[in-house]
């Protein structure tokens, strides 16, 4: 039996918080571990960068955290969607939902995940003499085009996966080819004028520029970054929600 868009999103909401508990539940410390472990996680990269090697001088721990913590959102994101179809088959079974809300739910599983890593990573740059400005309000519009474009290449991924389980082989490469050409541990604009441009045609390497200019520098964003990056992903998630609309039955079909 269908059910209503509203009807749909309460379920969504309810097995991505069911998600949220189970996970937290398998873990020793429950609860805590979802402050505990984005705190290791940054703890990790400063002891490496700041402490042990001391490299980059003394605002790269936070210019190399701006961007990881960024992208293990939109990395983590789309590798978990790979499997959000098959993952899910045992619901499948029992009732009926359109297939992209079991993406909708590892995209929202994930985001609140980002939510405390990001707020984590925002009092660490306080605590390092970093002030917010104005501009800091940039961070919604420039965080909402990078959850357009988390939806629509997870939504890509969950498709293809679904009939081609190998497939999460070569995304999971590309997401690591992509992670090195994105400017993670690098800025972009120090780089030659030719590589440095072509390394731009990347619409994420513009994003983690602009994203850093904002946090760390206090500036504004490029508005055509966010326009390209939101344009992009919103293309991604009409081809993938339209392939999964129009694919899903035979994706129920697959997964048992």
């Not at 400063?46 to 990395?75: E, T």
């Not at 959000?84 to 009732?95: D, E, P």
């Not at 190998?166 to 590589?195: H, P, Q, W, Y």
Request: net charge positive.
């Amino acid at each position: 039996m269908k059910r209503s868009l509203r009807q749909t999103w309460n379920l969504i909401w309810q097995k991505s918080v069911s998600d949220l508990q189970s996970e937290s539940a398998r873990a020793l410390l429950g609860l805590l571990w979802w402050i505990i472990e984005p705190v290791l996680y940054m703890a990790v990269f400063y002891l490496v960068f700041k402490i042990g090697f001391r490299m980059g001088g003394p605002d790269f721990v936070a210019f190399l955290l701006a961007g990881l913590v960024c992208w293990k959102w939109f990395q983590g994101t789309v590798s978990a969607a790979c499997t959000a179809l098959i993952a899910n088959q045992g619901l499948m079974a029992q009732v009926y939902l359109p297939k992209w809300s079991f993406v909708a739910m590892v995209v929202l599983t994930n985001a609140f995940k980002f939510s405390l890593l990001l707020l984590l990573f925002l009092l660490y740059l306080l605590a390092e003499g970093y002030r917010p400005t104005g501009n800091w309000l940039y961070l919604v519009p420039l965080l909402g085009s990078l959850l357009i474009l988390i939806c629509g290449c997870a939504a890509n991924s969950a498709f293809v996966t679904c009939f081609v389980p190998e497939a999460k082989l070569i995304i999971d490469n590309g997401l690591m080819l992509l992670f090195f050409v994105s400017g993670i541990f690098f800025d972009i604009s120090a780089r030659d004028t030719a590589i440095g441009d072509a390394l731009l045609l990347n619409p994420l390497a513009g994003w983690f520029a602009s994203f850093r200019h904002v946090v760390l520098e206090g500036g504004r964003p490029e508005l055509h970054t966010i326009v390209t990056v939101s344009v992009t992903g919103a293309i991604l998630l009409l081809i993938g929600v339209g392939l999964l609309r129009r694919f899903d039955h035979q994706i129920a079909k697959v997964s048992l």
